[in-house]
């Protein structure tokens, strides 16, 4: 089964949830009572995306000179 980030937006807390696809998305922070909005970067693809970034601020670089 995928797991699931959410981030609290009231206190800003991060809650991994483990769901099948069928299940309703988690809406409310059951600490605080908070909003609970998903986060969709999971660890793996966020160091693939820094990767990108690298190589094209080198490119806007050759250019300006
Ligand atoms: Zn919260």
Redesign the pocket.
Known sequence: MPTYEYE?Q????RVEAVQSFSDPALSV?E????ELKKVFSPVGIAFKGTGFYKTDSRSSGSSSE
Do not use: P
């Open positions: 609290c009231r206190c800003h807390e922070h600490n605080c009572g908070g």
